[in-house]
């Protein structure tokens, strides 16, 4: 492919300086625009500008691995094998103070907005990796034997299939999505694609999804897209006909988490966000992967440390950290942010129903910290 590349560009190159020099040379405008573009076609043959690169959408920029700085929007970059090929995507820092790709699996860029195409990605079915199947345009075919991970083999294929004869039907709720490459894999745990990226990367859990929702106040493809993580909307690709939906309007991105009706989404329709939205493993949907952070140095955890108690909880939560305390706030595991009651380093939650919810302490450093807690 690149040798093919190369003679293309050299044949193009010498023909396009041969007529310049064959034209009149009083035309001295045109002459010197077609220079210029033989010189870009030579630095397109020099290595300034790949080709191959350029046409599959990868930045040509070397990257060092650096994660982003601290502040929330900070941006850095990560370069990992995706395809068979050397990829590098944009890394970023959340509001909820985690790492994210800023790029969907398989994307050629960073959304410029909702509906670019280029930001799309690939469509995964809930459990898979890297195979072929999460291309747009991949083969379609029947349920494996046995209907797992273990079943797959080579298959490139996107599995189709309707009620028991779709991908995964068993919908156990103890499977998994976390083997660390296809080697791994087992009847109840396929391989997390994220993993491929380096340590620390990992498929989002329904949590993760759960915090972003409601530290980037996401309810909409607009805000998604608008967050730090610019979510496109990628539609998703149906189990039982193959065919894509919703693309350009809505988003679907998968978690790690199951669901009775097979894997929990973040879905991001026209006018909500919700991190708990379950459906059959075998439909196609956007992996957005995320880095557990590691490694810090002693002011950073100094600065992230934070202690709530009771938990669980009936009415007073007691909230200590080593930073002072901007807002406080709780999200539903829909994804509805819920504001509370914040004095005195305590939280009133009398008035909140019973249930599970995710905490959101936002400090005055910028930083945020989001924990589990109970009211029951």
Excluded at 65 to 83: I, L
Excluded at 84 to 109: E, F, H, M, P
Excluded at 235 to 264: C, E, L
Aim: include cysteine; glycine fraction near 12%; charge should be positive.
């Amino acid at each position: 492919m690149i040798s093919n590349t190369y003679e293309t560009v050299l044949i193009l190159s010498t023909i396009l300086i041969k007529n310049t020099y064959n034209e009149d040379m009083a035309g001295d405008i045109c002459f010197g625009r077609k220079i210029k573009t033989s010189l870009w076609l030579a630095a397109l043959i020099s290595g300034s500008l790949s080709a191959q690169q350029a046409g599959n959408g990868i930045q040509s920029k070397t990257c060092n691995n650096t994660d982003p700085a601290t502040a929330p929007g900070s941006t850095g970059c990560v370069s990992f094998t995706y395809r068979g090929q050397n990829v590098t995507y944009a890394t970023v820092r959340g509001a909820d103070g985690k790492i994210w790709l800023q790029q969907n699996l398989g994307s050629t860029k960073v959304a410029g907005a909702v509906s670019d195409a280029d930001a799309y990605g690939d469509l995964f079915q809930w459990g898979r990796w890297d195979d072929g199947h999460q291309l747009r345009n991949s083969a379609t075919a029947a349920a494996p034997s046995p209907n797992s991970p273990d079943g797959l083999g080579a298959s490139s294929s996107f599995i189709l299939g309707s009620s028991t004869a779709s991908w995964w039907s068993g919908n156990g709720s103890s499977d998994q999505w976390s083997a660390s490459n296809a080697a791994s894999i087992t009847s109840a745990n396929g391989a997390d694609p994220c993993k491929a990226i380096g340590p620390g990367w990992k498929m989002p859990s329904q949590a993760d999804w759960t915090s972003f929702i409601g530290t980037e106040t996401v309810n909409s493809p607009a805000s998604a897209h608008a967050s730090n993580l610019k979510l496109p909307a990628g539609g998703y690709r149906s189990n039982t006909s193959g065919g894509f939906t919703f693309v350009g309007q809505r988003g679907y991105f998968w978690s790690s988490d199951t669901a009775n009706s097979g894997g929990k989404y973040l879905y991001i329709g026209t006018a909500n966000a919700n991190a708990s939205s379950g459906a059959p493993r075998g439909q196609g949907a956007s992996v957005r992967c995320i880095k557990e952070v590691t490694g810090l140095s002693t002011s950073d955890i100094r600065l992230n440390t934070m202690a709530i108690y009771p938990n669980p909880t009936r009415d007073i939560v007691f909230v200590k950290t080593d930073s002072s305390i901007g807002e406080v706030f709780l999200t539903a595991v829909t994804g509805q942010k819920l504001p509370v009651r914040f004095s005195a380093n305590q939280i009133n939650m009398l008035g909140v129903p019973d249930g599970v919810y995710i905490l959101h302490v936002q400090l005055q450093n910028g930083k945020t910290i989001s924990e589990k807690i109970i009211k029951k």
